[in-house]
């Protein structure tokens, strides 16, 4: 069985950082693409950052780009996001998700996903 | 970035009705449209993949339809477990954006 468990979520000042891990079990998680997908509190589902199976190729929103940092280590089954100078606005539980991709294209329809992780940003 | 709207934002239902959910796109994007229910306090939960596939363990009551920037989202029958927000989803694109959400409760 699939499981994505999510950790890290926790209560923050502005300007702070934070780092979320999502442990992955039940697949090979080195031949899936990651992604993480944030919901703010009474609100919809907002795509956040990727990374490929191999962490060579990585993506972010405008919205935490300089800001955040996706990544992975195979051998530890995890991923990992590294989010520095924290604001209000990214208040929001995140989710992990993975994706397939072959070498010519990704598809990036949301199979799996972890519980959520809470990030609160407030002083 | 590939702006996604969704209508209605919200509708009330019976059970036994037949639900109609829209979405559209800024631009063409193809087939590369994936539905997600999501129910409060969990993840959400895709349905349906590129445009109309319906996802392995989901009933065949949902279905999708659709192409370029027009897209349907059909529940047939609303069961009592279908009350749940719905959300539309672009992977055209690397940089995924989300539809704002259509809300299903019980009329």
């Known amino acids: 069985e699939v499981q994505l468990l999510e950790s890290g979520g926790n209560l923050v000042q502005p300007g702070g950082s934070l780092r979320l891990s999502c442990a992955a079990s039940?697949?090979?998680?080195?031949?899936?693409?990651m992604t993480w997908v944030r919901q703010a509190p009474g609100k919809g589902l907002e795509w956040v950052s990727s990374?490929?199976?191999?962490?060579?190729?990585?993506y972010h929103a405008d919205s935490v780009k300089g800001r955040f940092t996706i990544s992975r280590d195979n051998s530890k089954n995890t991923l990992y996001l590294q989010m520095n100078s924290l604001r209000a606005e990214d208040t929001a539980v995140y989710y992990c998700?993975?994706?397939?991709?072959?070498?010519?294209?990704?598809?990036?329809?949301?199979?799996?996903w972890g519980q959520g992780a809470l990030v609160t940003v407030s002083s | 970035d590939i702006q996604m709207t969704q209508s209605p934002s919200s509708l009330s239902a019976s059970v036994g009705d037949r639900v109609t959910i829209t979405c559209r796109a800024s631009?063409?994007?193809?087939?590369?449209l994936n539905w997600y229910q999501q129910k409060p306090g969990k993840a959400p939960n895709l349905l349906i993949f590129?445009?109309?596939n319906l996802q392995s363990g989901v009933p065949s009551r949902f279905s999708g339809s659709g192409s370029g920037t027009d897209f349907t989202l059909t529940i047939n029958s609303l069961h009592p477990e279908d009350f749940a927000t719905y959300f539309c989803?672009?992977?055209?694109?690397?940089?995924?954006?989300f539809g704002p959400g259509t809300k299903v409760d019980i009329k």
């Open positions: 989803q672009q992977s055209y694109s690397s940089f995924v954006t």
């Open positions: 039940g697949f090979t998680f080195s031949n899936y693409a």
């Open positions: 590129a445009a109309s």
């Open positions: 990374i490929g199976s191999d962490g060579d190729t990585t």
């Open positions: 631009q063409s994007i193809s087939y590369s």
């Open positions: 998700a993975t994706y397939h991709c072959t070498t010519s294209s990704c598809y990036r329809n949301y199979e799996n």
